[in-house]
């Protein structure tokens, strides 16, 4: 397990709005090493098990036709302490309870479209990147 790195993916929401390169920006000045990076579009099947933890949620149809409905950029970042001080750079998964100054304040509408996913454990970052990228995609 490898507590200095995440998993990030700019939703399709900050995409639409043209917010990718001011997101990736912040990222960076924040201090985290972009090791991996794509931009692509999720099938049906690849959202609803990235997802799957959420399949019995009310609003998982919803996030599923959310995160298919144009490209997201998925990115593995390496920084120390990485999933704790992305989830602080992020803020709340609502926005409305989200920190002044952070992505999610900035750019997200709504707790269903909320501009950016961080990995919430050392575990699920690890996950999560395997599920993006393979070893030859990351450069650490
Ligand atoms: P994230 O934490 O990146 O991954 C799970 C996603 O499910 C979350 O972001 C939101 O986009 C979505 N989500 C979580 N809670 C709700 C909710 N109450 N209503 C709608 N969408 C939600």
Not at 31 to 47: N, P, S
Not at 79 to 106: C, H, Q, Y
């Amino acid at each position: 397990m490898n507590s200095n790195r995440t998993f990030t993916m700019l939703k399709p929401d900050s995409i639409e709005q043209g917010y990718m390169l001011s997101i990736l920006n912040i990222i960076k000045e924040a201090g985290f090493k972009i090791i991996a990076l794509k931009y692509k579009k999720m099938t049906k099947e690849e959202a609803e098990q990235f997802y799957s933890v959420h399949s019995d949620k009310p609003f998982f149809k919803d996030l599923i036709q959310f995160m298919t409905r144009g490209p997201i950029v998925a990115a593995a970042l390496e920084k120390s302490n990485a999933v704790v001080d992305f989830r602080k750079l992020i803020g709340s998964t609502d926005p409305k309870e989200a920190k002044e100054g952070t992505i999610r304040k900035r750019y997200a509408k709504s707790i269903g479209e909320n501009a950016v996913h961080g990995s919430d454990s050392d575990e699920n970052a690890s996950m999560e990147i395997s599920f993006h990228f393979s070893d030859s995609e990351i450069f650490s």
